[in-house]
């Protein structure tokens, strides 16, 4: 069993639409949770990173958390055709001196104007 | 604020060659880094990471080596690719907060 699993998609919505991306995971010693978008042939950006179960919200972007169920999920709401990129989950610990990032293979999105 | 920059962006280089990518961060002191390989349909795979100047440690055994020789540069080194060494190349850092950020990469074919 993987340690991080995500539907690789492809996922199409039509713009304006409310995307739900999620992410399970195995291991229970993760400590936080980060989401990165990754456009085509360039680097990840981070864009959010949670510690506990619930939600932050970050203008249109909602991370949740549920720790009793290793279950991770991304909001979109009103998603835009610049939001078509890869979402990649990466659950987080710190171990033996350094951070541990195990990230998900990713999901691609692509919203369609 | 911080940037970090890799080179070169793309690179083909035959089976048997040797290899050197860079990475170098500006903007911070001491900054944990990282690299990453990311193959096609696959996630990120940590290869490297270093908490200070000639300090490397290998998550995975593998054809590559890397090195420390100053505060804010990291290099990714093979004497002789493999076919498999074929992926995209990913440098990040951290400092003090627990997030990890990431260069523009560096697109290696092996042929």
């Known amino acids: 069993q993987k340690e991080v699993e995500q539907d690789p998609g492809p996922l199409s919505v039509p713009e304006g639409a409310i995307v739900s991306l999620n992410c399970t995971y195995s291991n229970s010693a993760f400590q936080y949770f980060m989401w990165y978008r990754q456009y085509s042939r360039k680097g990840p950006e981070l864009l959010m990173y949670?510690?506990?179960?619930g939600n932050k919200e970050d203008g249109r972007f909602t991370a949740q958390v549920d720790k009793s169920s290793k279950y991770i999920s991304l909001f979109i709401r009103d998603s835009q055709p610049s939001d078509s990129a890869t979402y990649l989950c990466?659950?987080?610990?710190?171990?033996?001196?350094?951070?541990?990032?195990?990230f998900g293979t990713g999901t691609k999105l692509q919203v369609i104007p | 604020s911080q940037t970090i920059h890799q080179w070169p962006a793309t690179l083909v280089q035959p089976v048997g060659s040797p290899l050197s990518l860079e990475c170098t961060v500006e903007?911070?002191?001491?900054?944990?880094l990282y690299w990453y390989r990311q193959a096609a349909g696959r996630g990120l795979q940590l290869l490297f990471y270093s908490v200070g100047i000639g300090q490397i440690s290998s998550e995975v055994p593998q054809n590559l080596s890397a090195s420390r020789p100053q505060d804010r540069q990291f290099i990714l080194s093979s004497k002789k690719l493999l076919l498999s060494d074929s992926g995209f190349y990913l440098c990040?850092?951290?400092?003090?907060?627990?997030?990890?950020?990431f260069g523009p990469g560096t697109r290696l074919t092996v042929l």
């Open positions: 990466a659950p987080t610990m710190n171990s033996g001196g350094y951070q541990k990032v195990t």
């Open positions: 903007g911070t002191s001491n900054p944990n």
């Open positions: 949670t510690y506990s179960s």
């Open positions: 990040a850092w951290r400092l003090d907060a627990d997030t990890q950020y």
